[in-house]
């Protein structure tokens, strides 16, 4: 499809971008900042007719805490995650991990909705959120709003549970303690602007532990295992780290790609945890 062909509405409001794609299920498809997808409409993977342009919508705009929960806006860019101050102090995880996104300009342009949408197992706002155990919320014209957990919104690469009358609106978690330990590493090809070979989220704390790697299978996994161990464990030494971190090589399931190998990824699943622990641990 030429981009020529594509045709783009601009609706000022979520009631009327959700009028659009209850009325065009088959044809329509949410545009955001549009930095993956133009990509895709290129490479002739993604052929819808109609795009509903959702990025300014004022309902898709918000960062709040209420009510236990810190809620983001699906329009919501990762320049904003990574300057603001509410998520400095209620989810650095995720703030960090929207730093490693792209360049400059990706930063400026793509949204935290885009990530979920495309849902590439590669993602990096991913892990934090499986992390931090969010929601996604879903808004239908005809159904309301419902929450599901981003464990279950994930179907498989390029695959959720959105229905094509549906608009990815919000995530929602609750905030990281204070004091709670944390780490978001990347590895890529490059030090900056590269796809995730392996991306690992962390979170600890005495008794609790969360452990999301990225790039490791058809989803975003938890290694469970290792969560157990961890919040379990009594005392931590380099011994202790070094055999929970090698638990991650059974917890993942990665392919080989043009970035890695499976071997490889397993391998470097390890090391991520291995380091992160150390170092949150000062091990």
């Given at each position: 499809m030429l981009l020529s062909e594509m045709k783009v509405v601009a609706p000022g409001s979520l009631t009327e971008a959700l009028r659009w794609l209850e009325e065009?299920?088959?044809?329509?498809?949410?545009?955001?900042?549009?930095?993956?997808?133009?990509?895709?409409?290129?490479?002739?993977?993604?052929?819808?007719?109609?795009?509903?342009?959702?990025?300014?919508?004022?309902?898709?705009?918000?960062?709040?805490?209420?009510?236990?929960w810190v809620t983001v806006g699906a329009a919501v860019t990762y320049g904003r995650l990574l300057r603001s101050?509410?998520?400095?102090?209620?989810?650095?995880?995720?703030?960090?991990?929207?730093?490693?996104?792209?360049s400059v300009q990706i930063q400026a342009m793509g949204t935290l909705g885009g990530n979920l949408g495309t849902a590439s197992p590669a993602g990096d706002t991913i892990p934090p959120l499986f992390a931090l155990e969010a929601e996604v919320g879903l808004c239908s014209r005809g159904g309301g709003e419902?929450?599901?957990?981003?464990?279950?919104?994930?179907?498989?690469?390029?695959?959720?549970?959105?229905?094509?009358?549906?608009?990815?609106?919000?995530?929602?978690?609750?905030?990281q303690a204070p004091g709670e330990r944390w780490k978001w590493q990347k590895?890529?090809?490059?030090?900056?602007?590269?796809?995730?070979?392996?991306?690992?989220?962390?979170?600890?704390?005495p008794g609790f532990a969360r452990v999301a790697f990225g790039a490791v299978g058809p989803t975003v996994l938890r290694a469970r295992k290792c969560e157990a161990w961890l919040?379990?464990?009594?005392?931590?030494?380099?011994?202790?780290?070094?055999?929970?971190?090698?638990?991650?090589?059974?917890?993942?399931?990665?392919?080989?790609?043009?970035?890695?190998?499976?071997a490889y990824r397993q391998q470097m699943a390890c090391a991520l945890l291995e380091r992160g622990l150390r170092e949150v641990l000062a091990v």
């Open positions: 065009h299920q088959d044809r329509a498809r949410p545009l955001a900042g549009a930095t993956d997808a133009m990509v895709r409409v290129k490479e002739g993977q993604w052929r819808s007719p109609i795009w509903v342009e959702i990025r300014r919508l004022p309902e898709l705009q918000r960062m709040d805490q209420a009510d236990g101050e509410l998520m400095a102090q209620t989810a650095p995880l995720l703030a960090a991990a929207a730093r490693d996104v792209g419902r929450w599901v957990p981003v464990e279950s919104f994930f179907l498989g690469p390029g695959r959720t549970v959105r229905r094509p009358d549906e608009l990815i609106t919000a995530v929602r978690f609750a905030p590895l890529g090809l490059r030090g900056a602007q590269a796809i995730s070979m392996v991306s690992l989220a962390l979170r600890l704390q919040s379990q464990a009594e005392a931590f030494d380099l011994a202790t780290v070094r055999s929970i971190a090698q638990m991650a090589w059974k917890e993942v399931a990665p392919i080989s790609d043009v970035r890695a190998s499976a």
